[in-house]
């Protein structure tokens, strides 16, 4: 069992940046997959980033690569969310979500742990 609870969001402006962070509790917290995705007013919740834990390999969705890191501290079961150069577009309820799978780490379904979600803006 994981429990995730997200944080860190806020209201930046174009260029600027922010770092959001998803603290989880639950002893299997360092073999679990984690993800962060994204819904914006009005849209589908969309895959930002994973970290995989079999090997630590990292995907991005293609409007965040260069922009956006995703990390894991396992000593504080805590997984990281850096976004810099950000743009309006990026404005979203920023999810994380923790798997056991390894494999379709882009897809919603794949994940059975959600946080609540917090709340990012980017003024123009």
């Known amino acids: 069992q994981v429990q995730l609870v997200d944080s860190g969001g806020g209201l930046v402006q174009a260029g600027g940046s922010l770092r959001v962070s998803c603290a989880a509790s639950g002893h299997s917290f360092s073999s679990a997959s984690v993800a962060w995705f994204r819904q914006a007013a009005g849209k589908e919740r969309q895959f930002v980033a994973a970290?995989?834990?079999?090997?630590?390999?990292?995907y991005y969705t293609d409007s965040v690569v260069g922009r956006f890191t995703i990390s894991r501290d396992n000593s504080k079961n805590t997984v990281y969310l850096q976004m810099n150069s950000l743009k309006p577009e990026d404005t979203a309820v920023y999810y994380c979500?923790?798997?056991?799978?390894?494999?379709?780490?882009?897809?919603?379904?794949?994940?059975?742990?959600w946080g609540q979600g917090t709340q990012v803006t980017v003024s123009s």
């Open positions: 979500a923790a798997t056991f799978a390894t494999t379709s780490l882009s897809h919603p379904s794949t994940y059975r742990y």
């Open positions: 970290i995989r834990w079999t090997d630590g390999n990292t």
